[in-house]
């Protein structure tokens, strides 16, 4: 596994593109600037749909209504993320592919994108889904919680990045 | 006079504990970017209300008072934890041009935060549920989203450029 990364790692940093975004040097800021602004997004939309789940924020509004309003957005922004991402590891593909951070930042975003796609499903065919039983209010509430926490562990692990040597 | 400041932040006591703890630095980084994004995030939602492009059902002056309370708790840790980094290299913050870009763009957002609050809003009752708000909050929402967007590129950039 740990080789085959680095195999491809080292297939990577040898392609022209790798040069182009390493040599030229507003594209490293820039690609991390619209990542940046994508992770907004999802942070933000986690949050508000999240706290509705806890009750803390806008509960006049059904779930429903909330996570129609604020999950596509996630989606939209992860597809921008995962380019941005994969545009961040072409230029420098030893320092993300073979470091734990990212390793532990893709984790929790599969996790966390199951756990997000498992709370909007059942709502598009009934909307109180969520709040017909106390075991299902406390299943939505515990992936609320898990939600925000993995999100803010994904930002943390991100940063983090530059900071984790590479294996 | 400035520069003797900016040398006495950075002789503080807390500058000097986050230049010592190597550790300090990422975790106050990561809270601001986490805070950050949520800033940028919790006040777009409001800025796409007032240019009719999101949340066109919800009330204007409702999603104000429900969503800003989490931009300005989200706003403080931002400012804390920028202000500690900030203390940790005051002199070479001051003088790095994305940092002074980035300020420049936070008083922007402020005063069109201040304008729209206390002149444009003050009529929102005659346009709190219409899809489509004046031009002057358009323009607000317009301006504050894309300032907004301008504070997270400098702040990248601070990291490209800073000399320590």
């Given amino acids: ?167 | 006079m400035l520069q003797e400041l900016l040398q006495e932040l950075h002789d503080t006591p807390l500058a000097d504990t986050i230049r010592a703890n190597a550790l300090a630095f990422p975790w106050l980084e990561s809270i601001h970017v986490l805070a950050i994004t949520l800033v940028l995030g919790s006040i777009a939602v409001v800025d796409l209300r007032l240019l009719g492009l999101a949340s066109v059902n919800r009330p204007v002056s409702t999603l104000i008072r429900q969503v800003l309370p989490i931009t300005w708790i989200a706003f403080a840790i931002a400012l804390a934890t920028g202000g500690a980094m900030f203390a940790s290299n005051a002199v070479a913050y001051a003088n790095n041009l994305p940092f002074q870009m980035k300020m420049l763009l936070l008083l922007l957002a402020g005063l069109n935060m201040l304008f729209f609050h206390l002149v444009t809003y003050r009529s929102v009752a005659h346009w709190n549920e219409a899809r489509q708000t004046p031009l002057a909050a358009r323009c607000a929402g317009g301006v504050s989203v894309l300032v907004w967007i301008g504070i997270v590129a400098f702040g990248r950039w601070i990291g490209f450029t800073i000399g320590f």
């Avoid at chain 1, 921008?80 to 961040?88: F, N, R």
């Avoid at chain 1, 996790?111 to 997000?116: F, R």
């Avoid at chain 1, 059942?122 to 106390?134: E, I, K, Q, R, V």
Wanted: proline fraction near 4%; charge should be positive; aromatic fraction near 10%.
């Fill in chain 1, 1 to 167: 596994m740990l080789s085959t990364l680095h195999a491809i790692a080292d297939w990577l940093a040898a392609t022209e593109a790798s040069a182009v975004i390493q040599n030229v040097s507003w594209i490293i800021p820039t690609v991390q600037t619209i990542h940046i602004v994508c992770v907004a997004i999802v942070i933000s939309a986690t949050f508000l749909v999240s706290l509705r789940v806890l009750g803390v924020f806008d509960r006049a509004q059904p779930i429903a209504a909330l996570t129609h309003r604020f999950l596509p957005w996630i989606w939209y922004a992860l597809v921008v993320l995962l380019i941005t991402g994969s545009l961040l590891i072409i230029g420098e593909p030893g320092r993300s592919l073979m470091n734990p951070a990212f390793g532990l930042k893709m984790l929790m975003l599969l996790i966390v994108a199951s756990l997000t796609a498992f709370l909007q499903r059942p709502l598009t065919a009934d909307a109180g889904f969520w709040d017909a039983s106390t075991q299902r209010r406390a299943l939505a509430r515990g992936i609320a919680v898990l939600s925000l926490t993995l999100w803010s562990g994904i930002v943390f692990a991100g940063r983090w990045i530059a900071y984790v040597g590479s294996v």
